[in-house]
């Protein structure tokens, strides 16, 4: 009979060497590239990681929201179409959860952080949205934050006991919290809280969206999400398949009498796989984005996209550019050294900083504030090239 404890082992403890390399490199990345940007634009970046923690974690769902439908859902310009309209929901949902689960995120274990992060994403959404599908596509309404009331069989991963999931979720909140973890071995357990919280399936359904947040809202919590400058989502995207495999492997109970598998009702060998594919993932990921934000390569791209790309900026693309160096560079710049930026006399280097500001090339917080870079979605395939798959800004 499975107890509260069913989810032991909750962290590999053979054969752990690779593991703790791997966390150090991911501590070691993670502090370059948060150091990589200057404020405001590294805040402004930050809230485009959500876009693509968004993005990619609908995408693993297989439900697609394009980057343009994002941004209008944010303006509150919803589509007609009911799906597309669906999705910029799902997009909005998901976002105002993420940017609360970045001020609330000190313990991302606590079971009512986690039961508070399915409630926001549920109830943000529409009441004919808010539904359950069991594996027989059969649905029910889902009431946002509320644990599974009902045992439920997920692909091959039968759940625990409804009846359990109280229980497993208090010891999930008590191991993970332990004070004896070290920080390398709490770095380690993103990927082993990640599947052991799949492996409870706490909610009706949900519950991949959620468990993504939750692990997102971790890796804030243990400092090295880089600044909020990389995503999860995005690595477990590219690698779906093989992270729904690495996933349902680490479902498997421990070998009889095989004490190279752990001491746990769960296989430590198959943890330990999975743990070692998400820092692996954590590790790429974090390298695509330094080598997107290298502030040599974004020059040359900007100044592209100026020059070339948007036909209306191009008359005045050489002197659009020289704005938008010196806020990439410096961060922010007063709109009174627009003149000295460009070498041209005030009077025209305001026309170009208009120009600039018209088409949502840099922005500020007020008419006399000074500017900074602006990222519309217009301009991310060029100064961002595969942060999204192809198409994604510009409608196809």
């Not at 970046?45 to 929201?65: D, F, K, P, V």
């Not at 809202?217 to 995503?231: K, N, R, T, V, Y």
């Not at 070498?343 to 922005?363: D, F």
Request: a neutral charge; one cysteine or more; charged letters at 25%.
């Amino acid at each position: 009979m499975l107890t509260k404890t069913a989810i032991e082992p909750i962290l590999p403890i053979q054969h752990v060497q690779p593991l703790e390399e791997l966390a150090h490199a991911v501590s070691e990345a993670s502090a370059r590239l948060s150091a990589q940007v200057r404020e405001p634009l590294r805040t402004d970046l930050a809230e485009l990681t959500r876009w693509m923690h968004c993005y990619y974690s609908n995408l693993i769902e297989g439900q697609q929201t394009r980057v343009r439908d994002i941004e209008s859902a944010l303006r509150k310009d919803f589509a007609a179409e009911p799906k597309k309209r669906n999705l910029q929901q799902l997009a909005l949902a998901h976002l105002e959860t993420q940017r609360w689960s970045a001020a609330h995120a000190e313990r991302p274990h606590d079971v009512p952080f986690i039961r508070e992060l399915h409630h926001r994403f549920y109830a943000a959404l529409p009441k004919e949205m808010r539904v359950a599908t069991t594996s027989r596509g059969e649905t029910a309404p889902l009431v946002p934050g509320e644990l599974r009331n009902r045992d439920v069989e997920v692909g091959g991963h039968i759940g625990p006991p409804h009846e359990l999931v109280p229980d497993l979720l208090a010891h999930f909140q008590s191991r993970y919290e332990s004070p004896d973890l070290t920080r390398i071995q709490r770095i380690i357990a993103v990927g082993a809280s990640h599947h052991r919280l799949a492996w409870i399936h706490p909610f009706r359904d949900g519950n991949g969206r959620v468990i993504r947040l939750f692990s997102d809202a971790l890796i804030c919590q243990l400092g090295i999400d880089g600044g909020g400058l990389w995503s999860l989502s995005r690595g477990l995207a590219v690698h779906r398949p093989e992270y729904y495999s690495r996933l349902a492997n680490a479902d498997q109970e421990r070998a009889s009498r095989d004490v190279s598998d752990g001491r746990g009702h769960l296989s430590e060998r198959a943890l330990r796989e999975f743990c070692h594919f998400i820092l692996t993932v954590m590790v790429d990921q974090i390298a695509f984005m330094e080598r997107v934000l290298d502030l040599g390569q974004m020059e040359q791209r900007i100044e592209h996209y100026v020059r070339v790309v948007d036909p209306a900026t191009a008359p005045d693309g050489e002197r659009i550019f020289l704005l938008l160096r010196e806020a990439l560079v410096r961060g922010q710049f007063p709109r009174g050294e627009a003149g000295r930026i460009t070498g041209v006399g005030e009077r025209t280097g305001r026309t170009v900083l208009a120009l600039a500001l018209e088409a949502k090339l840099l922005k500020s917080d007020s008419p006399k504030a000074p500017v900074r870079l602006a990222l519309p979605a217009k301009v991310l395939d060029t100064y961002f090239p595969q942060l999204f798959p192809p198409g994604q800004m510009n409608g196809e």
